[in-house]
């Protein structure tokens, strides 16, 4: 299975989620939780990768990877949008500085 096929598989496994039981399912528990507790979860995990990445343990900061972008695919999902958005985003910025593209934002 290729890398884009377990990413499409798992955005429709979430969606499937949606709205379903949230007892048997954890997805459709955090779904059912809301876009706040999605996005406290997205955190935790960002801050659980950041320090497995320091402790220098490979298999932790791949677990704790592949946790954070559950969770992530997760809080897309909440606001409708998909993976698939955040890479034409990604494709969007290509070739482009990261310090110009910083630059270009509103923020």
């Known amino acids: 299975m290729t ?6 598989r798992l955005t429709e496994t979430i969606e499937n989620r949606k709205g379903g039981d949230a007892d048997s399912s954890y997805t ?15 955190g935790e995990e960002g801050v659980e990768t950041a320090i497995a990445a320091v402790s220098e343990d490979d298999a932790a900061l791949l677990g704790e990877g592949a946790d954070l972008l559950y969770h992530l ?7 409708d949008l998909t993976i698939d958005d955040v890479l034409a985003t990604l494709a969007d910025r290509e070739g482009l500085s990261g310090i110009a593209e910083k630059a270009s934002r509103d923020d």
């Not at 459709?28 to 406290?40: D, E, M, N, P, T």
């Not at 695919?73 to 606001?79: G, K, P, S, Y």
């Open 3 to 8: 890398n884009a096929e377990v990413l499409k």
């Open 28 to 42: 459709a528990k955090l779904l059912s939780r809301g876009v706040k507790k999605i996005a406290q979860k997205v």
């Open 73 to 79: 695919m997760v809080l897309l999902a909440a606001r």
